[in-house]
């Protein structure tokens, strides 16, 4: 059965950093594009960040570009998402998701599998 969980969210101060990690379990992230999406209260889910599969290539929102890092670990089979200079518009659960290869654009149509969220929470 195919599985993504994500960790590392938190309660953190404003202008402080998070690590969040996407781990597969059931099957392999070689070939898929991985996607950071969140979902504040009230608000509709958004695109943050995908990796593609073999280029390694990535796109960010524009909300977080030159804050948010994305990188994959093939060998351990996970997906990182490094937040820095955190805002308190940043609150949102955050969650990955999959699709076949390739990023295109940070819609959500096409990724099929879904990791349960992680809670980040920005606040002082």
């Known amino acids: 059965q195919v599985h993504l969980a994500e960790s590392g969210g938190g309660l953190v101060r404003p202008g402080g950093s998070l690590r969040l990690s996407c781990v597969a379990s059931g099957y392999t992230l070689d070939h898929f594009a991985v996607g950071w999406f969140r979902q504040a209260p009230g608000k509709e889910r958004e695109g943050v960040s995908c990796?593609?599969?073999?280029?390694?290539?990535?796109n960010y929102a524009d909300s977080v570009k030159g804050r948010f890092t994305i990188s994959r670990d093939n060998a351990k089979n996970t997906v990182y998402l490094q937040m820095n200079s955190l805002k308190p518009e940043d609150t949102a659960v955050y969650y990955c998701?999959?699709?076949?290869?390739?990023?295109?654009?940070?819609?959500?149509?096409?990724?099929?599998?879904w990791g349960q969220g992680t809670q980040v929470t920005v606040s002082s």
């Open positions: 998701a999959t699709k076949a290869f390739y990023c295109g654009s940070l819609s959500q149509s096409q990724f099929s599998t």
């Open positions: 990796i593609n599969s073999s280029d390694g290539r990535t």
